[in-house]
């Protein structure tokens, strides 16, 4: 074995190792956090990175002239990933209130033309009774 090809062993298992974690990393993020914009970001963030380290520790074992596959591979990551993330941003505002909430300072309302999320000190008017006008705890009457 050849000291040029122990370093580009060496290299491949770094870079392939590397890909890995930051592959399995988002996939941890993607179960440990609460919301879907976290989640988004985890995911988008570390899976396209750990592909990237993957793919370049699969271009030090192959020859060159797969090396254009690859190079499309990563161009197609790079260009699909950032469009597919807005587009389930986008979506999880629209139908998740929650995540409209949480904002200090809300951009995308008007350019998408969401209502703004009642927040819960509105949903009850004194505090004590239900927006429905029971006190909490009670259940409806049953209409008979």
């Known amino acids: 074995m050849s000291t040029v090809s122990l370093a580009r062993d060496v290299v491949s298992a770094v870079l392939l190792s590397a890909g890995g974690l930051f592959c399995l990393l988002g996939a941890v993020g993607l179960l440990r956090f ?9 995911t988008a963030k570390a899976q396209t990175l750990g592909l990237l380290l993957i793919l370049l520790g699969t271009a030090a074992q192959l020859a060159w002239r797969y090396a254009f596959v690859l190079a499309l ?4 990551q790079l260009v699909t990933v950032p469009v597919t993330g807005q587009i389930v941003g986008r ?22 033309g969401a209502e703004p999320p009642a927040r819960e000190d509105e949903d009850r008017p004194d505090g004590d009774e239900e927006a429905d006008g029971e006190p909490p705890g009670e ?6």
Do not use: K
């Open 91 to 112: 979506t999880a505002y629209r139908t998740n209130p929650a995540v409209r909430r949480g904002l200090l300072h809300d951009d995308l309302r008007a350019r998408v």
């Open 139 to 144: 259940p409806p009457e049953a209409e008979h």
């Open 34 to 42: 609460p919301e879907t914009v976290s989640r988004l970001h985890a």
């Open 73 to 76: 591979i990563a161009l197609f």
